[in-house]
């Protein structure tokens, strides 16, 4: 049995109209949402066995904000620039070349990246119709398979959904 939360990166900065959409900050929202979402994550008792974030600063830097609520260590963070605005497929690929770990029993990942395929991802995986999954935004699955290479479209149980305007802290 696998884990899988699927985040969103949070609120970025649109301050400087010169600046690469991929090194685009967060902004001061973002800076504040991500550690709400990692609080929340923390009180579910969730504890990531692997953190593997798109490269662009403003995923990054989410994932590295909640790494740090959930006490994971920032350098075990890994990252993949398939990620960055991938869609629904790549992400496929992406989360079937994660590693599994003979020792455990049940794997839990959390990858960090951008709609529109981040949605697309979750709803292909969940066989569910998320409108919209908004920035900071957390989708947990539940995947029946012993290996991460053998996840497939539809064969996810949605755990929750959560998102830093579902409810104030």
Aim: hydrophobic share 40%.
């Amino acid at each position: 049995m696998k884990t899988l939360y699927i985040v969103r990166h949070a609120k970025s900065s649109w301050d400087d109209p010169e600046l690469d959409d991929f090194e685009r900050p967060l902004n001061k929202r973002g800076l504040k949402d991500a550690p709400r979402m990692g609080k929340r994550l923390k009180e579910k008792r969730v504890t990531p066995d692997i953190m593997l974030s798109s490269p662009a600063v403003r995923a990054l830097a989410t994932c590295k904000a909640i790494a740090t609520v959930l006490a994971f260590n920032e350098s075990k963070i890994k990252t993949d620039r398939k990620l960055y605005h991938a869609d629904e497929d790549q992400i496929l690929e992406v989360v079937r070349k994660l590693k599994d770990s003979p020792r455990d029993s049940e794997e839990v990942a959390m990858i960090f990246g951008h709609n529109p395929g981040l949605t697309e991802f979750a709803n292909a995986l969940l066989n569910q119709t998320i409108d919209n999954i908004p920035t900071c935004g957390i989708v947990a699955a539940q995947l029946p398979v012993a290996r991460w290479q053998d996840v497939t479209f539809g064969c996810g149980k949605m755990l929750f959904f959560d998102f830093p305007k579902r409810i104030e802290d």
